[in-house]
């Protein structure tokens, strides 16, 4: 049951709160308008800000809640892109109809996407134009008519006799497909001067595995190509971009090593001392593959002790991905729509192999592999 109060605490600010099921919800604000005994009586503006109560307050219907002046749920909605809130505005005269708004307020200080917001935008109204039913109305909104500052999708609330919940995945699953159309969008521009990746890392590993994607520039810099990287989280997932400095650098020849590098942690590579004048990077690049693994190993023994109930097999499987280190490649979520069913990827002019961990892998010489990229990439010098 949902019902607003009068406080106790407050009557002469005459504040008042929100309560589910007789409990007080402490991350909702409440504001009044109308008068007790006037045309309308009290009507509310309800905003929620926490995750938990909104998925409670979306199992009711709209004719469950006291009467509404407009109601929002204001928290980042993590697998809608830039969404952080999502307001239902009841009827009013030059709209006789609910509507429900999936916005978007960034804060720009902090915005790091290789492109800009204004971009943004530009190519979500036309996404949305694109749509053939024509069920959603793009709005962008000025800060002081300076720059763009908000976006948002308003859509027709269609049923006011169904769960909220209902209402909310219709659209958002709408919105969730727009967000991707407009990352691929851009990122096809972006992908022209760059090499952009995106994975799905389990849980329990994500943070090892990231750190690892992190020191890929730095093991480029050993190979002698200057680049700079940016990872970040969408929709659940990590996509990482490497763009170097000298556009001239053929992004093939990166992507390549970078294909080589995610292989590494899962391939049984030897790392014997070496003396020649690369033998600090040879080093680096082993100590960080022996990091991720041991970092796997150890998040892995976290999770064995967490799951214990899970069944075994499942079980067993998932520890042998972590630990050998092949939850890089497994994490990698390809733009081809048919999986890679090689055992053993040819590298190197095919004089290397890195094989997919068994006991029976050969075992490839890391400075060898290390050599041979830089002299790949010396070529184009």
């Given at each position: 049951m949902i019902e607003i109060k009068k406080s106790e605490y407050h009557k002469e600010d005459k504040k008042f709160n929100l309560f589910i099921d007789g409990v007080l919800v402490e991350k909702a604000s409440v504001s009044v308008f109308g008068a007790e005994g006037g045309e309308k009586g009290l009507y509310y503006a309800i905003m929620v800000y926490d995750r938990k109560v909104g998925e409670k307050l979306m199992e009711y219907r709209l004719t469950d809640l006291p009467p509404l002046e407009y109601l929002e749920f204001r928290y980042q909605f993590s697998d809608l892109g830039l969404i952080d809130y999502v307001g239902i505005n009841t009827p009013w005269k030059q709209r006789p109809y609910h509507i429900i708004t999936f916005g978007s307020n960034p804060n720009l200080a902090n915005w790091k996407r290789p492109y800009s917001f204004e971009t943004y935008c530009d190519e979500m109204l036309q996404a949305a134009m694109a749509r053939t039913n024509h069920d959603v109305k793009f709005?962008?909104?000025?800060?002081?008519?300076?720059?763009?500052?908000?976006?948002?999708?308003?859509?027709?609330?269609?049923?006011?006799?169904?769960?909220?919940?209902?209402?909310?995945?219709?659209?958002?699953?709408?919105?969730r497909k727009l967000h991707e159309e407009v990352e691929q969008e851009l990122g096809a521009a972006e992908s022209e001067n760059s090499v952009s990746l995106s994975f799905d890392f389990p849980k329990g590993v994500k943070v090892p595995c990231e750190q690892y994607l992190l020191y890929f520039v730095e093991f480029l810099r050993d190979l002698g190509i200057e680049a700079t990287s940016e990872l970040r989280h969408e929709a659940g997932h990590a996509l990482f971009s490497v763009k170097p400095t000298d556009q001239k650098e053929?992004?093939?020849?990166?992507?390549?090593?970078?294909?080589?590098?995610?292989?590494?942690?899962?391939?049984?590579?030897?790392?014997?001392?070496?003396?020649?004048?690369?033998?600090?990077?040879?080093?680096?690049?082993?100590?960080?593959?022996?990091?991720?693994?041991?970092?796997?190993?150890?998040?892995?023994?976290?999770?064995?002790?967490?799951?214990?109930?899970?069944?075994?097999?499942?079980?067993?499987?998932?520890?042998?991905?972590?630990?050998?280190?092949?939850?890089?490649?497994?994490?990698?979520?390809?733009?081809?729509?048919?999986?890679?069913?090689?055992?053993?990827?040819?590298?190197?002019?095919?004089?290397?192999?890195?094989?997919?961990?068994?006991?029976?892998?050969?075992?490839?010489?890391?400075?060898?592999?290390?050599?041979?990229?830089?002299?790949?990439?010396?070529?184009?010098?």
């Open positions: 709005d962008a909104h000025n800060n002081d008519g300076v720059y763009l500052s908000s976006f948002e999708l308003e859509f027709v609330y269609s049923s006011l006799t169904s769960p909220i919940l209902n209402e909310f995945a219709r659209y958002a699953d709408v919105v053929a992004l093939d020849k990166i992507h390549y090593a970078l294909e080589v590098y995610l292989k590494l942690p899962a391939s049984p590579v030897s790392d014997f001392p070496e003396s020649s004048e690369d033998a600090l990077a040879i080093q680096r690049l082993s100590a960080n593959i022996h990091h991720l693994k041991g970092q796997l190993v150890l998040a892995q023994a976290v999770i064995q002790m967490k799951d214990a109930t899970i069944q075994l097999h499942q079980q067993n499987l998932a520890q042998h991905k972590v630990i050998t280190g092949e939850v890089m490649i497994e994490s990698l979520k390809r733009a081809e729509d048919q999986p890679d069913n090689e055992d053993k990827e040819k590298l190197l002019g095919g004089t290397v192999a890195l094989t997919q961990h068994n006991f029976y892998g050969v075992e490839v010489s890391l400075a060898e592999i290390y050599r041979r990229l830089k002299s790949l990439f010396s070529e184009e010098k």
